[in-house]
């Protein structure tokens, strides 16, 4: 089993939405089987996620019919979320077999700094690290995913790759802005994914009353409607790619 994390220094960059959105992309539009690892503490934000889910689910006909038609077609199950510090996370997962999933996706809390977090990063398999064109994000990024790459190097961790990765990019922005960070990137010998993210309010469409496209979902895979033009499915194959998943 494959244990990945989508994980920032810096809070607000995307890392819990694409963690849902790749899990469920994973779970319910491919072959493999996926648990989630919710470290995000204290407010578990996937857990709480997948409540506000069934809520909705079990009070609206449409998405009832929605959720007893995909399990009918697929035959698969909504997948498991396991919460806990970051400190005891992996703890719950080995009392797993590993030969029950193919890949733990965890989430973290929005800074690296609470306890734990460098600790069991350090355990994972792969890394990937959304970021944006912003200075801070970037400096404080760019300092994190340095080390990490160090301590790869150096064999003091059991990573095999760490990933940088654009996200919220947004059409008004100066393209040679992301030139200039790219060049930096490369010069800093870090890794960075061809596929791009853009900056677009489906990564907010989470279930509501309403019979709406359900894009975030741990219910739910993203629309088909809603893909395209969203770069997941890309995301996800060329991530696949590269851990041989």
Known sequence: MLKVAFSTPKGGIGKTTITVIVASYLHYQTDNRVIVLDA???QFSIQSMRQR???QVNKNDYYKTLAYNQFTNSNKKAYPILSGKPTHILQELNSISPDDYDIALLDFPGTVGNEGVLETISQLDYLFIPITADFVVMDVTL???????DLLKSGQTHLKGIFLFWNMINAH??????FAYQNVIGELGLNLLKTQLPDTVRYKKEIQAEKRSVFRSTLFPPSSRLIKGSNIDTLVEEIRGIIKL
């Open 40 to 42: 995000d503490y204290p």
């Open 53 to 55: 889910d069934i809520a």
């Open 143 to 149: 300092k994190f995913a340095t080390v990490l790459q």
């Open 173 to 178: 922005e100066r393209s040679g802005l992301y």
